[in-house]
């Protein structure tokens, strides 16, 4: 079988513990306050900043069996190089505080999820990370311009305060064609399995980060009640 079928098979129940999310429910319901928008952003801030070292950590853990995915890392390098940025835009865009957000630490679930795929890289096989790219970029072509929709007709934010989850609706799916390639060509047992296992973590992972969006937003407001304007 196909390693992205067999992904789509065998992460069912974990993509669905993802998607069951409150605040993943509450934005495709447009039931969502803009603090809640902006910490969802932080969040992925926190993210995808480490997307460009992830990236740098598998290309240089290949092994030599493996040389061809070389160039595809370099392609992916390219792509997702200053998205953090864009990120930070949509922030400010938003009414947030994009200093503020840039020097915020990473909520715990984040901060476990990033560990996660570091490890993954470093201790275990950086194939897996693969995984990780399925989680993400898959998420982001099912949900982001939905979401992105709902969440502007519901907050009445200028378009500019999307630029993240639109070009990532978009970009990604470009990705997931680069990415069924890919997964295509690893037919060694413990290259699909490490692939496999990454996405279970990191939907378990990314779906926690989701499920402490309120909360987070709760601790926030507590304790700067007027960085984010009502």
């Given at each position: 079988m196909h390693l992205y079928q067999q992904?789509?098979?065998?992460?069912?129940?974990?993509?669905?513990?993802?998607?069951?999310?409150?605040?993943?429910?509450r934005a495709l319901a447009g039931d969502i306050s803009r603090e809640l928008y902006v910490e969802f952003l932080t969040q992925a801030y926190h993210h995808v900043r480490h997307t460009v070292p992830l990236l740098m950590a598998v290309g240089a853990r290949l092994p030599e069996r493996h040389e061809w995915l070389r160039e595809a890392v370099l392609h992916y390098l390219d792509e997702e190089k200053g998205h953090e940025q864009w990120i930070l835009n949509d922030i400010e865009h938003a009414g947030g505080d994009r200093q503020a957000a840039a020097a915020s630490l990473p909520s715990i679930a984040t901060e476990c999820m990033v560990a996660y795929a570091y490890d993954t890289i470093e201790r275990r096989n950086p194939l897996g990370f693969f995984g990780m790219v399925f989680v993400l970029e898959g998420t982001s072509v099912a949900l982001a311009l939905n979401a992105a929709d709902r969440i502007q007709q519901t907050l009445q934010l200028p378009t500019r305060a999307f630029s993240y989850l639109r070009s990532h609706g978009e970009l990604d799916q470009e990705h997931v064609g680069d990415l069924e390639s890919i997964l295509g060509r690893l037919t060694d047992a413990a290259d699909r399995a490490a692939v496999i296992r990454c996405a279970k973590g990191v939907f378990w992972l990314y779906g926690n980060l989701f499920r402490g969006l309120e909360a987070d937003v709760v601790a926030k407001r507590d304790a700067a009640p007027s960085r984010l304007r009502a």
């Open positions: 992904l789509q098979r065998d992460t069912v129940a974990d993509r669905n513990y993802l998607l069951a999310a409150p605040a993943i429910q």
